[in-house]
C-alpha cells in the first residue's frame, strides 16, 4: 500500500516528503520500526506520528492513502 | 468541542508594533475589561559555538496547530473568567529583534488575564506543532529547541 509521508522540523533536513510504498506495515508502531530502518538518523532523535492530521498516542492502524507526519519536538514561540 | 469556528492563529513575517498597538485600541469599546496581559516573543541573537542568529524561519504543521490551539483556547476559556484572548504566531523568516509571537488576554480584574496568559504562552511552546530554524549570520542552520 502507498501512505503520504510529511516531515517537519529537523527531520525535514533528512526525509523529504514523500509518497512511501510500504507491504506488511498495518500499525503505526509496525511504521515507526520500519523508518527507523530505512532512515537510521531518526533512531535518536525524539519525534511524534500524526496520522491523518491527528497526533498518534496510542498504536494505531494503517490504511492505504493515509497521511503520517513525523514530529521531532515543538520549537515554536 | 464546541461549534466554534476554529481561529487562523498564524502570520505570515514579524508581528508589527502598529497591529499590536491596534489590538489594545480595539478594545476600548469593551469597557467591562479592567485588565490586559501581554505576552511579547522576540527573536532573540543568540551566539553559538561564535556564530550570531541573525533569524529564525518558522514552519508549522498548520491544520493540526490550530485544532490544538482551539482545543487549548476552549480550556483556558472554560477556566477563567475572560472577557477575551487572542493569539499570533508568526510563520517564514523573522530577524533578530522581531516580534514572533503576541498573546493578548484580557479580563474584569488582573489576576485572571495575567495567568490565562502565562498558561497559554507554556501550553503554545509545549503543544503546538511549531518548528524555528535559527539561521546564522554565515547562512548555516540549527534547529531551534524550546528549553
Known amino acids: 500500500m502507498q501512505i503520504e509521508l510529511i516531515s517537519f522540523g529537523k527531520i525535514?533536513?533528512?526525509?523529504?516528503?514523500?509518497?512511501?510504498?510500504?507491504?506488511?506495515?498495518?500499525?503505526?508502531?509496525?511504521?515507526?520500526?520500519?523508518?527507523?530502518?530505512?532512515?537510521?538518523?531518526?533512531?535518536?532523535?525524539?519525534?511524534?506520528?500524526?496520522?491523518n492530521k491527528n497526533l498518534v498516542q496510542q498504536n494505531s492502524e494503517i490504511k492505504n492513502r493515509d497521511s503520517i507526519a513525523i514530529m521531532p519536538p515543538f520549537s515554536g514561540g | 468541542m464546541s461549534e466554534k469556528k476554529i481561529k487562523n492563529i498564524f502570520v505570515t513575517g514579524s508581528i508589527a508594533p502598529e497591529f499590536i498597538a491596534k489590538s489594545i485600541s480595539n478594545h476600548s469599546p469593551k469597557t467591562s475589561i479592567g485588565g490586559h496581559s501581554i505576552f511579547l516573543g522576540q527573536v532573540r541573537k543568540d551566539e553559538v559555538d561564535g556564530k550570531l542568529v541573525s533569524a529564525v524561519e518558522y514552519t508549522a504543521f498548520?491544520?493540526?496547530?490550530?485544532?490544538?490551539?482551539?482545543?487549548?483556547?476552549?480550556?483556558?476559556?472554560?477556566?477563567?473568567?475572560?472577557?477575551?484572548?487572542?493569539?499570533?504566531?508568526?510563520?517564514?523568516?523573522?530577524?533578530?529583534?522581531?516580534?514572533?509571537?503576541?498573546?493578548?488576554?484580557?479580563?474584569?480584574?488582573?489576576?485572571?488575564?495575567?495567568?490565562?496568559?502565562?498558561?497559554l504562552v507554556e501550553r503554545i511552546k509545549a503543544e503546538l506543532p511549531i518548528w524555528g530554524k535559527e539561521i546564522f549570520t554565515d547562512e548555516t542552520h540549527q534547529w531551534k529547541e524550546n528549553s
Open chain 1, 12 to 51: 525535514s533536513d533528512f526525509i523529504s516528503n514523500q509518497i512511501l510504498e510500504i507491504e506488511g506495515i498495518e500499525t503505526t508502531d509496525d511504521l515507526k520500526k520500519h523508518l527507523e530502518k530505512n532512515f537510521p538518523g531518526l533512531a535518536d532523535i525524539k519525534y511524534k506520528l500524526a496520522l
Open chain 2, 62 to 119: 498548520e491544520e493540526l496547530a490550530l485544532t490544538k490551539m482551539h482545543e487549548i483556547r476552549e480550556a483556558i476559556f472554560s477556566k477563567y473568567p475572560l472577557s477575551c484572548l487572542h493569539v499570533h504566531h508568526s510563520l517564514g523568516d523573522i530577524k533578530a529583534g522581531e516580534i514572533c509571537l503576541f498573546v493578548f488576554t484580557s479580563s474584569k480584574h488582573r489576576k485572571p488575564a495575567i495567568e490565562a496568559c502565562n498558561e
